[in-house]
Each structure stands twice: as C-alpha cells, then as structure tokens.
C-alpha cells in the first residue's frame, strides 16, 4: 500500500483530448464525428443510415476526463474501498460485467443489470426505469445506495480530501479551487462516461458509404431489422439505436423474481407499468445476458422474445399497455439469425480508455484483480445465469472480489 501510493504520486493528468475529440480554445474536448455533416434527423427515413445525432454533452477539458477515469477505476469511491464503477462496468465487458443481475456491495445481486456506458453522453435518461436525467445525477445513485458503493457524501469528501494525490489532481482539473467538492466528483465521472464513444463500427462504414464493410447476410439483417415487419428500428433507431424514449415491451423476469414495474414508478402512472429505457444496441455483442434483469443469456433468445407474440410473457392479471411497435411480426428462423448477424455489426471499441495501472488512492484497480478475461461465451453465460437464479437470488461473497 505504502509503494504502491509512492507510485500513485506520480500520476499527472493527460492534457490530450481523448481520440475522436479536438481540443478547443485550449480547454474544450468536443466531439467529432461524420455523423455531424448529416444535417437531419430523419432524412432517410427512420431506420436510415445517414441522419444525425441528438444532441450530447462534451466541453470537458482534457485533465476533467483524465481525472474522470482514474476515478471511475478507484474503489476509494465505494464505502468497502473495494468496488468501483469498474467492477460492474469492465472495459472488457462493453462497460457491462457479465451478469444477468449486478453483483452489489456485500455480494447479493441487485435487481437490475449493468447498462453499457458507451455512448451515454447522448442520452438524456438514465437507468433502466429513466429516473435521473444527467450523469452527474445518476452517479449519486450507484454512489450513496446501499445495496452498491454504500458510501455517504461526507465519507467519500473526507477520503478524497484527505488524499494529497487527489488533492493534487483536483487542482490541476478545477484551477483556482482549494478543496474537492461533490460537485467535481460528479463532473469529471460524467467527463469520462462522455468520452465513452463508439460510433466507428463496421456498420457505421457502411452507413457512410463503403458498401464492402458488411457481408450479403449482415445488410439483408439490417434490411430485416429496418423492415416494417421486425420494426426493430422504429425503437431502436440509428444511429445510436435507441430513440431515447421509455417503452413497455412486456419482457419477462428471470424464474423466481417479481415484476419490476420500472418507469411506472418514475413517472408516477400505470401506462408506464413495466416500461423501460430503449437501449441502445451498440456494442450490444459483449454486454450480455440481455434486458433489464438479464432474463435471455443471448442475443438469439433477446431476438426471438419479439418473435413470440404480443405481451406473451406478461403475468396473468397483470394490465400492461404494450407499445404499439410489438406486434407478431412471425420472423423465419433465419431471419432471426440474420438480425443477429446484423446486430453484431454494431460492435466498436476503438476508443476503449486505457484501464490505469495505478490510481490515485494506492488501492488495487479491479479490473486488474479481476483478469479481463474474454467477454463470456453464451454457454457458460447461461450456466452463469442457471446458477443465479438456483442460489437464492445471492452468490458467495468472495466472488464479488475475484
Ligand atoms: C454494484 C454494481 C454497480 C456499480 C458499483 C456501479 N454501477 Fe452503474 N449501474 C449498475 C446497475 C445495475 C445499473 C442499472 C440500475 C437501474 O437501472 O436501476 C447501473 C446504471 C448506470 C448508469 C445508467 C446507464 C444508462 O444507460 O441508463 C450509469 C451512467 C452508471 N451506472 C454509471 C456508474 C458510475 C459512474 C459508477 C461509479 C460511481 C457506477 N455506475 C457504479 C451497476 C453498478
Ligand atoms: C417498442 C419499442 C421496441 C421495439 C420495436 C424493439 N425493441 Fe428491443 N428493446 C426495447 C426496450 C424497451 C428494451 C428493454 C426492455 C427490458 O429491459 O425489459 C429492449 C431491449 C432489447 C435488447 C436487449 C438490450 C440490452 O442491452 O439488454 C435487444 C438485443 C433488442 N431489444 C433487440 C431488438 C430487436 C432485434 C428488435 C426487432 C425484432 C427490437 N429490439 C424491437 C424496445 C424495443
């Protein structure tokens, strides 16, 4: 502990905007994409390749998202100095963590699993059931609950505060202040989450023109995707392959767990019961098992939930206002397949941030405990899930440190 803070003091913040952001005024990383030159939002139509995106939020200077990730890697933020916002969203897991259900602060699993984080600077809520509006909102959720980094205000002021390496750093981020406040921390998170871009998938090759960058079988399952059979797009909408809304889509929970009821809560009306966040479907190959439970292991189970009929899987007695889109579209099986194929055309990790190897508090970064290892195949996902579900909702506690 003692060396490895010794070597932590020698951490400096980069003062290089991270790739596909130029550096403005001297201060300002903005993002530049040539999704930019596309002046509409639907000019193609929806479900077309070149139309814009919906606004974002960037301006951060180059040290604020540098912080920002040492941060995110540092289990100083959690109450247990164990987990941080690595532990349930790994670099290597499409900023996922592999399970169905979040593993939580003393190792029982939460009700919801981990979103991925890439390209969240263009939404405009979060969480599954839509509850906070900003990142700098969201972040006081996993930060203070309980049930996740268990940690107070106060607690994690003092911790940071009394850390001369993140003195340090705080200064070098927000010239002129003295102290770190709340109101930095969850800056520069959301600083770094923002800089989490993945919008040069092969697909979106292809979307700019290079018709070579997908395969026969992965255009024809972008056609089926697009169809106003599937409808996949009219939700999930590119470019981002989310339309930002809420929608009740009447997925199932996994055995044994009560229905979420989601953005019925949130927004206070039963229209919304069992309603969530469209998810964007980028990167959408590494971050299973899928939906806000993790009820389906892959992504051929999460295709032919839309397959099976209308609000199949709502419980008995239960009144839910099924979004107009979810139909029968009554796909063949190699349509589901193709779709499939589609899907994993949106995979993008060029800009994945670089995992720190040391941060700033001296404490051991978890990603590196916890071995990167290959994002899960589907297979030993599912036992995964299989297990869970047999084990009484909890998994020992060693696990959660791995
Ligand atoms: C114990 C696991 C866990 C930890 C630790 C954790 N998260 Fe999460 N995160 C989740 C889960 C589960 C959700 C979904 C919860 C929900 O929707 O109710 C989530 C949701 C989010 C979202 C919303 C994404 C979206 O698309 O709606 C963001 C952003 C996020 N977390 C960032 C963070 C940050 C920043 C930290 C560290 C301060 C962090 N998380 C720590 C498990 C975790
Ligand atoms: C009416 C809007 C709507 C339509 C149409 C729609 N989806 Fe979804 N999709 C959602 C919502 C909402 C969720 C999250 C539901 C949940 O977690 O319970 C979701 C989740 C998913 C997920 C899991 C994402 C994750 O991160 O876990 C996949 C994969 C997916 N949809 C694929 C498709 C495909 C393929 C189609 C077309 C066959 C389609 N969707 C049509 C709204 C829609």
């Known amino acids: 502990m003692i060396s490895s803070l010794i070597l932590a003091a020698g951490i400096t913040l980069s003062a290089e905007c991270p790739r596909g952001f130029e550096l403005v005024g001297g201060s300002r990383c903005e993002l530049r994409t040539v999704y930019q030159f596309y002046d509409s939002l639907q000019n193609r139509g929806v479900g077309g390749t070149q139309t814009s995106l919906p606004a974002h939020v960037d301006g951060y200077s180059p040290q604020q998202i540098d912080l920002g990730r040492y941060l995110f890697f540092d289990p100083i933020l959690s109450a247990n100095q164990v987990q941080s916002c690595a532990s349930c969203h790994q670099p290597d897991k499409g900023f996922s963590d592999g399970h169905g259900r979040s593993v939580g602060f003393d190792g029982e699993l939460l009700p919801r699993s981990a979103p991925t984080l890439w390209n969240s600077a263009f939404l405009d809520r979060f969480f599954w059931d839509g ?29 940071l505060n009394a850390n001369d390496n993140y003195r340090r750093l705080f200064s070098e981020a927000f010239p002129g202040s003295k102290e770190i406040v709340e109101s930095n921390v969850l800056t520069v998170l959301a600083a770094f989450q923002a800089s989490l871009i993945s919008l040069n998938s092969r697909y979106d090759r292809y979307a700019h023109g290079d018709h070579s960058a997908l395969n026969e079988e992965e255009i024809a399952g972008m056609n089926v995707f697009r169809s106003f059979v599937a409808r996949c797009s009219e939700c999930h909408t590119p470019p981002l392959f989310t339309n930002n809304q809420i929608a009740v889509i009447g997925t199932p929970e996994p055995e044994g767990m009560e229905l979420d009821i989601g953005a019925e809560k949130t927004f206070g009306t039963s229209v919304l019961k069992g309603g969530f966040k469209v998810p964007t479907l980028r990167n959408i190959e590494f971050t299973g098992p899928y939906m806000h439970s993790g009820v389906f292991p892959t992504l051929r189970e999460a295709t032919e939930f839309y397959n099976k009929g209308r609000g199949h899987a709502v419980p008995n007695g239960v009144e839910m206002q099924i979004h107009w889109h979810i139909w029968e579209p009554d796909l063949k099986e190699e349509e589901l397949d193709l779709i499939v194929s589609f899907m994993k055309t949106l995979s993008d990790e060029t800009f994945k941030p670089e995992t720190p190897k040391q941060v700033p508090s001296g404490l051991a970064v978890l990603a590196d405990v916890q071995e990167s290892s290959p994002a899960l195949d589907a297979k030993s996902k599912s036992e995964m899930q299989a297990k869970h579900s047999k084990s009484d909702q909890s998994i020992p506690k060693t696990a959660m440190r791995r």
Do not use: D, I, S, V
């Open 131 to 159: 509850r906070a509006k900003t990142l700098e909102e969201q972040a006081k959720g996993p930060l203070y609950a309980a049930a996740e980094m268990n940690n107070t205000p106060e607690a994690l002021l003092q911790r």
